[in-house]
């Protein structure tokens, strides 16, 4: 580049071309070639509708069969091993403090960017939420009824186990569904595009609030934002399999990250807002109230005044927020034209089966263990062991929600474990479930070893559904697979070359690198 057009040329196109020469971004073209790669690859191998005029127009049809495909399916694994290698290679990075937050910034939109043009990816819960919208559309309470009762294109792609199921999600989740059906009618392309649109603003709440949640638990900035953000888990299964959690969470990080900073009625309102898209987030209000009450606590010793009563402070604190989260739901049902249905149409999960359940792991355990005897009783098994499992989620949430009461730190870290909590011992759970107590544990002083743990475990969950949306955990070959990408991914974090394939002795990330803040 001559010097005259160095001149002309911006200095944030500069900063990026610099940085793209470096080792990050080596590692960062890596991850946008992985993105790219799953988004042609889908096209075959991804979440596609069961008729597609487009591929049919454009003569690709033949990517949806036999070696077609085959093909598709294998430039979406290696794009997803690209992404989970280059993810891990950044963290690599940011365990060094060779990339910043500023640099890891500037990667979400580059990898994002392919992922808005793919099919649905390991899910086809977005043909879901678009019939879910039709209901609303034309007349239909999606909390009395399934899309089943309005037939038509966007009831046709919608998988069968939920067909007849109610809407589990809130009234902000109709509203913005029903709006994208009555802009984009029945096509499902349109539709699809919108739906992602709509979750942009929540990748932009995590790229905002979980570095602030860092600076305010101890973490670092830069490794929160890698870890729960840049994540492969997180950007193909919510961007690529456009799911409502990338909103929720968005939502819910930032109200936490409010009422951290004080701003404690501003926080709860985001809340309620992401519990109006999905009831999860609400586990997260409890644990406010606390967070405001040590906030009173502090600005009385601060000031030289006597400590508020407790109870009197807890009325307040809870009145008010109770308040805030009655004004957002009843505001949103109001306009939505809808009641609180929703609420009861959550047990509609229960028709998932997967071990990633702990009540569903046991109950196959046992089943398995019992069958050869007493014959096969799974369902009679499986209502007791969720049965149970409900009955020890309910201690625990009352028990960590008394327990992590005394400073902010501790509030949060209820959060985590109560969502942790909920995810495990639910009766249904997904891989992207996790990406909830991520979000929020991603803003502490985590040591490399558990990074490490945490990249295996987030590459394992990415990789254990095919991209069609059908379940891998029950072929061996696949969770062996998995098992051991997984496994490289997670010391990859920590060595540049673990499978020693330069046949060097690997560079290791020095132990005294950890993830508080710098």
């Not at 069961?50 to 399916?73: K, N, T, V, Y």
């Not at 998988?159 to 984009?184: C, E, K, M, Q």
């Not at 009861?344 to 028709?351: C, P």
């Not at 499986?382 to 949430?397: C, D, E």
């Amino acid at each position: 580049m001559t010097p005259s057009a160095a001149a002309t040329t911006p200095a944030w196109h500069r900063r990026a071309a610099d940085f793209l020469r470096t080792p990050e971004g080596h590692s960062a073209l890596l991850g946008f070639l992985g993105a790219a790669m799953i988004m042609f690859g889908g096209f075959g191998a991804g979440s596609v509708r069961r008729e597609d005029p487009l591929l049919e127009s454009m003569h690709l049809s033949w990517l949806r069969f036999g070696h077609g495909s085959i093909l598709s399916a294998a430039i979406v694994w290696i794009g997803v091993l690209c992404m989970i290698g280059a993810w891990a290679r950044l963290g690599r990075s940011a365990l060094r403090g060779d990339v910043g937050l500023r640099g890891l910034r500037f990667i979400v939109p580059l990898w994002t960017f392919p992922l808005l043009f793919a099919v649905p990816m390991f899910s086809r819960d977005a043909y879901s939420y678009l019939a879910q919208g039709a209901l609303l559309r034309d007349g239909f309470d999606p909390y009395e009824v399934g899309p089943v009762v309005n037939p038509g294109i966007l009831l046709d792609n919608v998988s069968n186990v939920w067909t007849t199921t109610t809407t589990p999600y809130g009234p902000v989740h109709l509203l913005l569904t029903d709006a994208i059906v009555r802009l984009t009618g029945d096509n499902v392309i349109a539709g699809t595009m919108l739906l992602r649109i709509t979750m942009l603003p929540g990748l932009a709440l995590m790229v905002w609030g979980v570095p602030h949640l860092a600076r305010k638990l101890g973490g670092n900035p830069a490794i929160a934002l890698w870890l729960a953000v840049l994540n492969p888990l997180v950007l193909i299964h919510l961007i690529g399999g456009v799911h409502n959690e990338m909103l929720m969470v968005g939502l819910m990080v930032a109200g936490i990250a409010l009422a951290l900073e004080r701003k404690h009625m501003f926080g709860i309102g985001l809340i309620a807002f992401a519990v109006a898209i999905k009831a999860t987030a609400g586990v997260a209000l409890p644990f406010i109230v606390w967070i405001w009450m040590i906030h009173e606590r502090e600005d009385a010793a601060a000031q030289g005044t006597e400590a508020p009563n407790p109870i009197r402070s807890f009325i307040k604190t809870a009145g008010s927020g109770f308040a805030m989260f009655v004004v957002v739901l009843g505001s949103t049902s109001l306009i939505a034209g809808v009641g609180l249905g929703w609420t009861t149409a959550l047990s509609g999960s229960n028709k998932i089966i997967n071990w990633l359940s702990l009540p569903t792991l046991v109950a196959e355990l046992s089943t398995a263990a019992t069958s050869w005897l007493t014959g096969n009783h799974f369902d009679d098994i499986l209502q007791v062991t969720r049965l149970v499992s409900a009955v020890v989620l309910i201690g625990i949430i009352a028990f960590v929600w008394w327990r992590f009461r005394t400073t902010e730190r501790d509030a949060v870290m209820g959060i985590v474990i109560v969502m942790v909590a909920i995810v495990i011992l639910s009766p249904a759970a997904l891989p992207w479930y996790y990406s909830w107590p991520l979000a929020v544990a991603a803003g502490f002083a985590l040591s490399p070893t558990t990074l490490a743990i945490l990249v295996g475990l987030s590459s394992w969950l990415m990789l254990i559904f095919q991209p069609d949306g059908s379940i891998g955990m029950y072929s061996f070959p696949h969770v062996v697979l998995a098992t051991f990408a997984s496994v490289v991914a997670a010391m990859t974090l920590r060595t540049e070359d673990p499978l020693r394939l330069r046949g060097h002795a690997p560079e290791k990330v020095p132990a005294e690198a950890t993830s508080t803040a710098r």
